[in-house]
């Protein structure tokens, strides 16, 4: 989960990306974006140097969401910006709320269809089966 903020930071060797082929928006093509795609399977090579672009990203207190993908299908992952003990939850069009269980750093992710808001909220333990939120980040796919 946490492989697209790591390769963001590597820039002295190649990054070699995995997606599927639904990685791209509905209105660009995967080749269009720089995926080779084969059936289901998509790669995309990032030369040195150079960061491997997200569709979207961002981040609310210590949560983060990223975003791959448009309407017609589309990934989503929330992860802990800090070192914190709780979960995530994550939902957006064609996803119902689904959670990590509470973990260190947690994070989680799911696929969905559909344009809308999506959301990611992380949530801190407090003990005693209290929690804190952490932050929700939202982007929107289209």
Not at 31 to 55: I, K, Q, S
């Amino acid at each position: 989960m946490f492989r697209f903020r790591l390769a963001a930071a590597l820039v002295a060797a190649p990054l070699l990306l995995l997606g599927s082929a639904s990685a791209a928006s509905a209105d660009r093509s995967p080749e269009a974006n720089g995926w080779t795609c084969d059936g289901d399977v998509c790669l995309r090579y990032t030369p040195e140097g150079v960061a491997a672009p997200l569709d979207a990203h961002g981040c609310s207190v210590d949560t983060c969401i990223d975003v791959f993908g448009g309407a017609s299908s589309y990934s989503v992952t929330g992860y802990a910006d800090d070192a914190w003990y709780g979960h995530m939850d994550v939902w957006g069009p064609g996803i119902p709320i689904g959670s990590s269980g509470d973990a260190y750093m947690p994070h989680t992710g799911r696929s969905g269809r559909g344009a809308g808001q999506v959301c990611a909220q992380g949530w801190m333990a407090l003990g005693g089966g209290r929690y804190t939120s952490k932050g929700l980040p939202c982007k929107t796919v289209s």
